[in-house]
T-cell receptor, first 113, second 113 residues
């Protein structure tokens, strides 16, 4: 079983749509969670951290459900510029992890006019 | 702003050559990582280092070695390049603190012919 599992998509949505990505993680000791965004042929960049209480950054909302080991990202009012691959990330907590993170394979989003 | 710099953006090498990929970070991060990214396989960890002269194997270390003589520099070495090592190589760094994400370099696209 993959440590961090995401639906690879692709998700094709029109501008203005709301889209949600889900992710599950297998390490129950994980403490830190993130969403990264990766544009085509570029490096991943941190989009937002995910906190237990859920957090919002403009049109983006991240939620964490520790009981179900489930992370989500909601994008409202999608823009063409949101087209990218979204990577779900969890830390390798437990033992001497040295801050190592585990990345999901990514979910591809295409926003069309 | 944290900067992670990879020495080459594109590289073409011949089979059997020894290849050095260099990565330098300027934020005094303890942790440094080397990943490769291939279509359909996501990010795969090759090696990481949590301190000077310290290194740990990741998920796919075969055919690679690393060197960390100074805190800011982490080198990936392909001892004898092979065509199956054609890939995008990404370096990342972070503090060894829970809740701290990675910063990635812009990547080196290596082609082995």
């Amino acid at each position: 079983r993959k440590e961090v599992e995401q639906d690879p998509g692709p998700f094709n949505v029109p501008e203005g749509a709301t889209v949600a990505f889900n992710c599950t993680y297998s390490n129950s000791a994980s403490q830190s969670f993130f969403w990264y965004r990766q544009d085509c042929r570029k490096e991943p960049k941190l989009l937002m951290s995910v906190y237990s209480s859920g957090n919002e950054d403009g049109r983006f909302t991240a939620q964490l459900n520790r009981a179900s080991q489930y992370i989500s990202l909601l994008i409202r009012d999608s823009k063409l510029s949101d087209s990218a691959t979204y990577l779900c990330v969890a830390d390798n907590a437990g033992g001497t992890s040295y801050g190592k993170l585990t990345f999901g394979q990514g979910t591809i989003l295409t926003v069309h006019p | 702003d944290v900067k992670v710099t990879q020495s080459s953006r594109y590289l073409v090498k011949r089979t059997g050559e020894k290849v050095f990929l260099e990565c330098v970070q300027d934020m005094d991060h303890e942790n440094m990582f080397w990943y490769r990214q291939d279509p359909g396989l996501g990010l795969r960890l090759i090696y990481f280092s949590y301190d000077v002269k310290m290194k740990e194997k990741g998920d796919i270390p075969e055919g690679y070695s690393v060197s960390r003589e100074k805190k800011e520099r982490f080198s990936l070495i392909l001892e004898s390049a092979s065509t199956n090592q054609t890939s995008m190589y990404l370096c990342a760094s972070s503090f060894s603190i829970q809740g701290y994400g990675y910063t990635f370099g812009s990547g080196t696209r290596l082609t082995v012919v």
